[in-house]
Structure formats: structure tokens, C-alpha cells
């Protein structure tokens, strides 16, 4: 039997109860919502005593919520049969392991804990910009009817909507693929507000290509995700506002920012195949050519040819672009509680603002980066300029994990 089959057998059962646990359709948190604290503990203990399997599942849908653990802390197994006794000893031992009290005594009543749980089931999230400059962008509202929507829009500053899904899912499936997001390690998903979010969403719109459709089911939902109420302003400019840059720190600033991107943790956001190909072209003709005979003079001309490559690469739109990702990255380190961090990429996105490509010591670790590995075979036996990647090489663990993952 199915968990929405038991609940009606439970409706059928317990007829005092049935106008609440019908309504839900099956949604086991909708039916915590709906039923008095006396009436959940009702259904949940006729289900661990007649579908003990079915109670089991209503039970670990309920305990991600506090009401619900609290709830299932508090169940008298006295008043069960043996399998029902045996499933909530069961169930009270994970609670303790996970610090909740468990009690014996037969509940109070208490008033169900609705604003809670549907405040927990609104908010705007984004996870950091992974190295090809890509990012997740969630939005969560509850739902009409029961449990709770999701949005899921991949976008990219360059390659506008990669893609957009929406699910709907019960709260506690939600709250466990939240949870997952924030929590995990390397690249958490940070809370952003709602007018800054979908100013993300809105920037990564209008640069969609002209040419490419738009994600399917995007359409219906457009305003709901674009539509600002008032000046919005994007995450990079906010954490601009909150954490001014001395002019006389940008030196130390901007060699840490070096760092961060050779050790993957921003960056390094590389430009398209073409340009890199070009520019990969270029140095191999460099390299090729018969004046260039000593390592020294190979490494003269590989760091003149990629100054070149920066001032083709990073001028205009190219600059713009690295700085707004430099910011945005500024924003997640910030809310990480790295402010060192933060001040670090705020420090690069002013050198691209302000610097020519080619002062700017950022850009050639940036384009050093993704060509190594092709450049490894023309015989150069280190990077150009301060550029080390042999120290962190691009990964700091980090990279391991998946960036992008659904619920």
C-alpha cells in the first residue's frame, strides 16, 4: 500500500479526522498542516499500528519539520501494538542521535507551526559562478494546492539560459534538496534577496543569443522571475556598497586575487573556443619560429603574445563581463564569511574597470589557465610572468563536486 492509499484508509478509519487528511491528496505535509497537533498524532499512530511501513514514511516526512519531530518525539508507545512499539523505538533513536528530546508523555496541544514551515518555503538562492562562469539559480514558493514549487534556472552571463525546470514537490522533498545545496562543500548555494536574484535572472535574459530559442516553459513564467519591485540591484553592486576598497590595499588585494583564481576558487571564466583557439594559434606560430631559440627568449615572447591576447580579449564587453563576475564572486565570499576573500575579487573587478588588459595581472593567469595543457607541448617549462599554476593548479578540491545538481 501506497503512503496516499494508507492515509485514506487512516481517513476511513478515523472520521473525525477524514475533512483534513482528504484535502491534502496524499501530500504528507500538507496533512501536518491541515490536522490539529491532537489529530497528527492520531493518524500517525493508527498508521504505525495498522501500516507500520506507511507510518514509517508519514513519520520521516514529518521530522524534517520541528513540529513534526516534536510530534513524532512525543508518541506513547504504550498506546501501539508490538510492530507499531517496535517501528517508534526505532524512529525515537534517530531523533535522540540527531539532538531532538523524546519524551514519553502524551502531547499538549499546541498550535501547528504553518508560518514556519511556509516561510522556510520562500526564498532566492545562487550558487557561486563555477569556472566556465555558469550558476544555478533557485527560487522556492509554496504552492496552491500543497507542498511546494520550485524553480531551477542554469544561466550564464554569456550564454544567457542554459536551461529552466520547475518542480513541484512535497516541503520535506524540498527542504532535503535545499539543505543539500547550502550545506554541501566547496560551492554552497548562498541566499540572495528576491529583487537582487531576479536581476541576475534578468541580466542573463538580455543576453540570451537572438538566434536561440528560449528554455522550454521559460515563457509562462517570465515575469514571475524578472519582474523587479523596484530598484534592484544586482549581488556585485551590494557587496560593493558594503565593503569599500582603500585605494593603497589594491596592490596587496589584487596578488591575492591571483591566488584565488590559480587555485580555482574564482574564476577562471574562460573566453570562447574561438578566441581561445586564436590566441593559441598565435603562440604556437611564435614558438615555432626559428629566431626563438633559448627557454628565456620563448618565455619573452609567449608573455608578449598573451599581453596581446588580453587587450584583444578583455577590452570592452571581455573587461565588463570579468568584472561582473569578480563582483558576484566578491558577493559569495562575503556571505561565506570571507571577507578577506571578497575584498580580494572587489579589488579585481575595479582593475578591469580601470586598468588596460594587459596591466592587469589577473588577465593573463586567466588566460594562462585554460591553455596550459595545449601550451605544456611547445617546450616552455614555466608560465609567463608571476603566473604559478604549478602551486595550486586550478584546484583546491573544490572542482570535485558538482557545481549543478536538481532535486
Not at 536561440?212 to 519582474?227: A, C, D
Not at 588585494?253 to 584565488?260: K, N
Not at 568584472?323 to 578577506?340: L, N, P, Q, T, V
Request: hydrophobic share 40%.
Amino acid at each position: 500500500m501506497s503512503l496516499p492509499e494508507a492515509l485514506e484508509a487512516a481517513a476511513g478509519a478515523l472520521p473525525d479526522d477524514a475533512d483534513a487528511i482528504r484535502p491534502a491528496n496524499g501530500d504528507p505535509m500538507r496533512v501536518l498542516e491541515l490536522l490539529a497537533p491532537e489529530a497528527a498524532r492520531r493518524v500517525l499512530m493508527w498508521l504505525l499500528d495498522h501500516h507500520p511501513d506507511d507510518g514509517i514514511e508519514l513519520a520521516e516526512e514529518w521530522e524534517t519539520e520541528p513540529v513534526g519531530a516534536e510530534l513524532v518525539a512525543e508518541l506513547p508507545e504504550k498506546e501501539l501494538g508490538k510492530a507499531g512499539r517496535k517501528v517508534l523505538r526505532r524512529l525515537k533513536h534517530r531523533l535522540r542521535s540527531r539532538g531532538v528530546k523524546v519524551v514519553e508523555q502524551a502531547p499538549t496541544a499546541k498550535t501547528a507551526g504553518l508560518a514556519e514551515v511556509e516561510e522556510a518555503l520562500e526564498g532566492t538562492w545562487l550558487t557561486p559562478l563555477d569556472p566556465s562562469g555558469a550558476r544555478m539559480a533557485i527560487l522556492v514558493e509554496t504552492h496552491p494546492g500543497a507542498g511546494g514549487r520550485l524553480f531551477e534556472v542554469i544561466l550564464d552571463d554569456e550564454r544567457g539560459l542554459v536551461s529552466f525546470e520547475v518542480y513541484n514537490a512535497s516541503r520535506g522533498k524540498i527542504r532535503r534538496f535545499l539543505k543539500s545545496l547550502t550545506e554541501r562543500s566547496g560551492h554552497p548555494a548562498i541566499a540572495v534577496d528576491e529583487n537582487s536574484w531576479k536581476a541576475v535572472v534578468a541580466r542573463a535574459l538580455l543576453a540570451h543569443p537572438k538566434d536561440r530559442t528560449l528554455p522550454r516553459g521559460f515563457g509562462e513564467w517570465r515575469s514571475r522571475l524578472t519582474q523587479t519591485g523596484g530598484d534592484a540591484k544586482l549581488p556585485g553592486e551590494l557587496v560593493r556598497e558594503a565593503l569599500p576598497i582603500e585605494p593603497e590595499d589594491e596592490t596587496a588585494l589584487l596578488e591575492r586575487a591571483v591566488g584565488l583564481v590559480e587555485a580555482g576558487r574564482a574564476g577562471p571564466w574562460p573566453p570562447q573556443r574561438e578566441a581561445l583557439t586564436k590566441l593559441f594559434e598565435k603562440i604556437r606560430t611564435a614558438m615555432d619560429s626559428p629566431l626563438i631559440v633559448s627557454g628565456a627568449t620563448k618565455r619573452e615572447r609567449l608573455d608578449s603574445v598573451l599581453a596581446e591576447g588580453a587587450d584583444e580579449i578583455f577590452s570592452g564587453e571581455g573587461g565588463v563581463m570579468a568584472s561582473h563576475r569578480f563582483r558576484e564572486s566578491a558577493y559569495a565570499f562575503w556571505k561565506r564569511g570571507d571577507e578577506d576573500a571578497a575584498r580580494c575579487c572587489l579589488a579585481a573587478a575595479t582593475a578591469f574597470d580601470d586598468r588596460a588588459p594587459r596591466d592587469n595581472p589577473l588577465t593573463r593567469s586567466m588566460l594562462w589557465l585554460p591553455l596550459a595543457p595545449a601550451i605544456a607541448g611547445l617546450e616552455i617549462d614555466e608560465p609567463p610572468g608571476d603566473a604559478d599554476p604549478a602551486d595550486g593548479s586550478a584546484d583546491d578540491g573544490d572542482d570535485a563536486e558538482p557545481l549543478i545538481v536538481t532535486p
